[in-house]
């Protein structure tokens, strides 16, 4: 599905308006609006990569937070023993996802349907308890971060460095994703969602596709931890839990499945409605748990496919 | 001494293992006859302990309590699957998955509304307090009662599917839904009654679990990934392999729990073994599924389609 040209133009204009945000919030006096950006450019990276697998290629994985998780900890570990090297922290993350990912893939992949979201589930609930019962490193309590991860020229213990640091993987994961749907990969990925049986019988080593963007999408939402390490300064378990892997679901879905610019939309709706409602009541789950079910049951292609509607078939 | 605390930990494993089959019955029914993905089915397990958490309180009795909690549960499930379930039949797992996620956090959230965050108390029946012993093993009488209950509803369960009309047309549903509602039965009816009876079910595991575990919100969530696990390991939409592999990751779980960290504690630090074991015992019961799943990757007894 290519997107129609009212959306790409959406699209870039949000991206400038969140380009100029840290200069408007210093302006303004506003940090907050920076942390709160800065949280939303994170989680619609990390949404960004699960809708390679769960948009793309029809996988509904409920397990990604794991890989926000292991990015996480690849921060908080090192930074506990007092390494702040960021080239070191992005190559324990990035190894970590891509052998986790691989390994937690290959069994999974094997199965469809019930089996996938549930085997996907399992995987990332075994490592929350992992990390739960990991007492000398916090265990439920978590492990906070003082060092910052430093890259030499880029220190992300500066807010502003980070935003711009999670601004430029959101753009260039999108720029990516833009090119890749139209590439074999991508068109190779998108048969095996519609019709698996066919590719197989063209030839294509299905499995092998799946896989490839499977462990893919782990290392980018593996990036997403780490930086969301270094935001909160903190990690924990909670990171790895399963509300995330359905917050996630929720952003990919809310903006658009198998649309490039939907995660980035459904994630800034769903925060800042989120944070309305946070400061609306205490009890937000109560309004936002059947918002959620009635967007599922009434508006089916998400908002971008809402703006794009009679523009394109699905 | 070895042998009476391997025989607890038999037991042990034996009523989580009754316990997780009473969720996993009609969680596997839900997924294999309406081919629907049910999140919040742990949230009726919540909302059952819940019930019959308030029941005794108001009442004092427990029998009280279960009437409550099994017709809380079974109303629920009505509710559910009027409300929104049956709606989303026919779409892909993945709506099914959100709109039960988005059900959980309501629940969860109504549950700390209504009760608040802590845990409620929910005392041990009197005439259940006691201690029963087993081949010179002295074990709480309450924790028999469970293993006791879960094989009654065990074979309540399975004399209801493999003895009654009922049954017949569940098994019929399990196999092919739309053959059997072309020869005029009225599945949505009986899509209900399923549902209804899966939260009856969770009702009981919830007041069952009330005065062993802490009755409070999220409750329901480590507890239904188990209930998955054994799901996915029987074969989805069948009971007799959920009645199996209930007790298998009952008594794998339990067993992790018990013995892991006296092993480990050969190895390395004491403080550390015992943090460890439930990690690894969790973990124990995702290497079976995965490695079931491996081998047979529609679970070990498989309903046959077609």
Redesign the interface.
């Given at each position: 599905m290519t997107a129609s040209p009212m959306v790409n133009r959406l699209l870039i204009g949000l991206l400038a308006l969140l380009a100029f945000v840290p200069l408007y919030a210093q302006w303004a006096g506003e940090p907050f609006l920076i942390t709160f950006l800065s949280r939303v450019l994170i989680f619609a990276l990390a949404a960004l990569s699960l809708n390679i697998i769960?948009g793309f290629g029809g996988l509904?994985s409920?397990g990604h937070a794991l890989y926000l998780g292991l990015g996480a900890y690849s921060v908080g570990l090192l930074a506990h023993y007092q390494i702040d090297n960021g080239w070191l922290q992005l190559l324990v993350t990035v190894a970590s996802c891509a052998v986790v990912g691989l390994l937690t893939g290959w069994?999974?992949l094997?199965?469809t349907?019930?089996?996938f979201?549930?085997?996907t589930?399992?995987?990332a609930?075994?490592f929350y308890?992992?990390f739960?019962?990991?007492?000398?490193y916090g265990?439920d309590d978590g492990l906070s971060i003082s060092l910052k991860s430093d890259f030499g020229f880029i220190h992300l213990g500066s807010p502003i460095t980070l935003y711009y640091a999670a601004f430029a993987l959101v753009a260039l994961v999108l720029w990516w994703k833009q090119r890749m749907i139209q590439a074999p990969f991508g068109l190779v990925l998108q048969g095996c969602r519609m019709n698996e049986a066919r590719m197989k019988s063209l030839g294509f080593p299905t499995l092998r596709y799946k896989l490839s963007a499977y462990v893919l999408a782990c290392v980018i939402a593996g990036l997403a931890g780490l930086l969301y390490a270094n935001l909160t300064g903190y990690t924990s378990p909670a990171y790895l839990n399963?509300?995330i892997s359905?917050e996630l679901?929720?952003m990919v879905?809310l903006g658009g499945?198998g649309t490039v610019a939907g995660p980035l939309i459904g994630t800034l709706v769903l925060l800042v409605c989120e944070e309305l409602l946070k400061a609306w009541t205490s009890?937000?789950?109560?309004i936002?748990?059947?918002?959620?079910?009635l967007v599922?049951?009434t508006a089916?292609r998400g908002l971008v496919g809402y703006l794009m509607r009679g523009k394109s078939s699905p | 001494m070895t042998l009476s605390l391997f025989l607890i930990q038999l037991l042990n494993g034996l009523q989580l293992g009754v316990l997780l089959f009473m969720l996993s019955a009609g969680l596997t029914l839900v997924?294999g006859i309406m081919?629907f993905?049910n999140l919040a089915h742990g949230c009726m397990y919540m909302m059952g302990a819940y019930f019959a958490a308030t029941a005794l309180a108001a009442s004092g009795s427990f029998i009280v309590a279960a009437v409550v909690a099994v017709l809380g549960g079974g109303l629920l499930g009505i509710v559910i699957e009027r409300l929104?379930a049956q709606?989303?039949y026919m779409r892909d797992?993945?709506?099914q998955?959100?709109?039960t996620?988005?059900?959980?956090?309501?629940?969860?959230?109504?549950a700390?509304?209504i009760w608040g965050a802590s845990p409620v108390f929910m005392s041990v029946p009197p005439a259940l307090s006691g201690t029963v012993s087993i081949l010179g093993v002295t074990y709480p009488m309450y924790r028999f009662f469970i293993i006791l209950v879960g094989l009654l509803c065990a074979v309540g369960c399975w004399l209801l599917i493999s003895r009654t009309r009922v049954g017949m047309l569940i098994r019929a549903g399990s196999v092919n839904p739309t053959m059997v509602s072309a020869l005029g039965v009225n599945i949505g009816l009986l899509n209900a009654l399923i549902f209804s009876l899966g939260g009856a079910l969770a009702g009981v595991a919830g007041l069952m679990s009330g005065p062993i575990l802490s009755v409070q919100p999220g409750m329901g969530?480590p507890v239904l990934?188990l209930v998955?696990?054994v799901?996915?390991i029987g074969g989805?939409g069948s009971i007799q392999g959920a009645f199996y592999a209930a007790l298998m990751v009952g008594l794998i779980d339990t067993a992790g729990r018990a013995f892991l960290p006296m092993l480990l504690r050969e190895f390395i630090d004491r403080?550390?073994a015992q943090?460890?074991?439930?990690?690894?015992a969790?973990?124990l019961t995702?290497i079976f599924?995965?490695t079931v799943?491996?081998l047979r990757?529609r679970g070990l007894f498989p309903v046959k389609n077609g």
């Open positions: 769960l509904v409920f069994v999974s094997r199965t349907g019930i089996s979201i549930m085997i589930l399992a995987f609930q075994m308890y992992l739960v019962s990991l007492k000398q265990g399963w509300t359905g679901i929720v879905v499945m009890h937000w789950p109560i936002l748990g059947p918002l959620i079910v599922v049951m089916r | 997924f081919n993905v929104m709606h989303l797992h993945l709506d998955v959100l709109a996620f988005g059900l959980i956090l309501f629940f969860n959230e109504l700390r509304w969530e990934i998955m696990i799901i996915v989805i403080s550390i943090a460890a074991g439930p990690a690894i969790s973990m995702c599924m995965a799943l491996a990757p």
